[in-house]
């Protein structure tokens, strides 16, 4: 298949808007449980970073407007696993590859790449996990529009009840965004000496 640039670029676009919000989130939901403010911004750069392996996967899959075949599936389930390698070859440290490499493991053991559960998942992973949920819903995708700010936390209650998220983190980060203590861009990098 032959892409256009322009598509090629929104799609990166895509990747680091997300990637950017997530960073926000993940960073702010650091500081509300209470987190050393080094991992704040360590949060920050995994989630900043947490989908740059989507680069190696098919342009098409990730601009299908339809369902993913069960090949497909297996294809952008990679995504964590190529993350991780890519970050390696540029030199993150450990504690940011993990939490990318984990980002799609369910509390319950039921994720992604390994089946990890529980404590098990880094609690930096736990945290992307939230953050990039609540943001993959509330923004356009290809295949539906974005979800409103109630619908998205009302999804997302079901996925904890199902044990998919961690109940502490998740409560923390329900309460942060009932009150819209999230930061902007911006404010991060004034929060302390990195």
């Known amino acids: 298949m032959i892409y256009k640039n322009v598509d090629i670029q929104e799609t990166i676009d895509l990747i680091n808007n997300h990637g950017k919000r997530v960073g926000i989130l993940a960073f702010d939901l ?4 209470d987190l050393p403010d080094k991992y704040w911004f360590l949060n920050y750069i995994a ?3 947490h989908d740059f392996g989507k680069i190696a996967i098919p342009f098409y899959i990730l601009n299908k407007p339809t369902r993913l075949s069960i090949h ?3 294809i952008m389930k990679k995504h964590p696993t190529y ?3 890519l970050l390696n070859l540029c030199g993150f440290g450990m ?3 993990k939490a990318i490499l984990y980002h799609h493991e369910d509390y319950c053991g039921t994720g992604y790449p390994y089946g990890l559960a529980k404590e098990n998942i880094p609690l930096s992973s736990r945290i992307l996990r939230i953050c990039d949920i609540y943001d993959a819903l509330t923004e356009d995708r290809v295949y539906r ?3 409103s700010y109630h619908m998205a936390l009302s ?3 079901k996925d904890c009840n199902n044990g998919k998220l961690d109940y502490h983190i998740y409560s923390v980060f329900k309460t942060m965004m009932r009150s819209r203590t999230v ?3 911006s404010q991060i990098y004034r929060t302390g000496s990195w």
């Open 30 to 33: 650091s500081k509300q449980l």
């Open 47 to 49: 989630g900043r970073w």
């Open 72 to 74: 497909e599936c297996e």
């Open 83 to 85: 993350s991780y390698a």
């Open 95 to 97: 504690y940011v590859k």
């Open 145 to 147: 529009d974005k979800l």
């Open 155 to 157: 999804i997302m209650d």
């Open 183 to 185: 930061n902007t861009y």
